[in-house]
């Protein structure tokens, strides 16, 4: 798998050879950018991953270039930012910015930089992970006829996602293990996150058919689905 991609934002060219050979060291995927017009384009053309951004730059600083970026790209480089400057002023004014993971003074050495730079990669690759298991929890839910409109599928759905990153499936007691987290989560007693679970599952073995049924728990009459088997079907997924 591709490390993610760097822009390296610097005109001074000794920094930005420093830099840029620190980031061929640990392997790690890089463009460049002297002028803050460069900068943009570079954004713009090449979806950065992660933007190492020194603020103090002729006609277009790195104030400039973050209030250029349009919506989207400044979503996608939410908490993607890493501001590299020996200018405490400026940084004060970007500081609080969406964009921004971090702030490190230009004095700092490399091995800091790049323990930044980890620690981002690392906070990146868990939010790809979670956003995949939410997108399969999510489709196989709906698949099976689970209605998300209904507090208790999104109970559910939360359920499963802390079972999954917990590891608890073996010997697993909902009413022990996992209901009292969904409940402290929600702010309801237990016996309200258990019950909604219960409906959203009774709503969906109604409207669940025989084949889907086939499908997905190798019924071949009209069982009704428990919640355990339900958790543990998609679990199931989650790992092929």
Do not use: W
């Not at 973050?66 to 979503?75: S, V």
């Not at 993971?101 to 730079?117: A, G, P, R, T």
């Not at 889907?212 to 689905?225: G, I, Q, V, W």
Request: hydrophobic letters at 35%.
């Amino acid at each position: 798998m591709n490390k993610p991609l760097i822009l390296v934002v610097e005109n001074d060219t000794a920094v930005c050879n420093l830099i840029t050979t620190t980031l061929e060291t640990h392997d790690y995927r890089f463009h460049t950018a002297g002028t803050g017009e460069a900068a943009i384009l570079e954004a713009v053309s090449h979806n950065p991953d992660i933007v190492l951004l020194d603020l103090k730059m002729p006609i277009l600083n790195g104030i400039d270039i973050i209030h250029k970026l349009d919506e989207n790209k400044r979503k996608k480089l939410k908490e993607s930012i890493i501001v590299v400057s020996g200018e405490p002023d400026m940084i004060i004014k970007v500081r609080d910015e969406e964009t921004i993971y971090n702030c490190i003074d230009k004095v700092c050495n490399m091995s800091y930089i790049i323990k930044k730079i980890n620690e981002l990669v690392e906070i990146k690759e868990r939010e790809k992970r979670n956003n995949r298991i939410d997108n399969i929890i999510i489709k196989e839910l709906k698949s099976m006829g689970y209605n998300f409109t209904h507090k208790g599928t999104i109970y559910l759905a939360d359920a499963i996602k802390y079972i999954y990153n917990q590891k608890i499936e073996d010997e697993l007691n909902l009413k022990r293990d996992v209901y009292p987290i969904i409940s402290q989560k929600y702010n309801k007693p237990i016996y309200c996150i258990k019950g909604n679970i219960i409906k959203a599952t009774n709503y969906m073995d109604k409207v669940c058919n025989l084949a889907k049924k086939k499908e997905y728990f190798s019924f071949y009459d009209n069982a009704k689905p428990t919640v355990k088997l339900v958790i543990y079907t998609i679990l199931n997924k989650i790992k092929d």
